[in-house]
Nanobody, 124 residues
Framework: QVQLVESGGGLVQPGGSLRLSCAAS????????IAWYRQAPGKQRELVAG???????NYADSAKGRFAISRDNAKNTVWLQMNNLKPEDPAVYYC??????????????????WGQGTLVTVSS
């Protein structure tokens, strides 16, 4: 079971930038989708951005044009570059891995692994 550790959160002024990192304890090469979610107080957890093992990406409407997700399988790390942060962006940001491909068994296995989260605060 892979473990995910997020880092990079902090306090930033509106319009500022942060780069979040999600480091995996093992190889992410065969993990299909690794995504960033966020949860603000009193709100449901929501998808921010996701990236497939092949590099395809998708973004929530709120993240399009401001955030960029990237992945380096050799470093077992996924990043979320967040630019032009807005007052509506503060939340705990979580990394999630959905499933991985077992080449020996020739099948997918569910991971559903979450990190512990990193807090992003936007305030002047």
């Amino acid at each position: 079971q892979v473990q995910l550790v997020e880092s990079g959160g902090g306090l930033v002024q509106p319009g500022g930038s942060l780069r979040l990192s999600c480091a995996a304890s093992g190889s992410i090469f065969n993990i299909y989708i690794i995504a960033w979610y966020r949860q603000a107080p009193g709100k449901q957890r929501e998808l921010v951005a996701g990236i497939t093992s092949g590099g395809s990406t998708n973004y929530a409407d709120s993240a399009k044009g401001r955030f960029a997700i990237s992945r380096d399988n050799a470093k077992n790390t996924v990043w979320l570059q967040m630019n032009n942060l807005k007052p509506e962006d503060p939340a705990v940001y979580y990394c999630h891995a959905d499933k991985y491909y077992d080449e020996d068994a020739v099948r997918w296995h569910t991971l559903d692994a979450w990190g512990q989260g990193t807090l992003v605060t936007v305030s002047s």
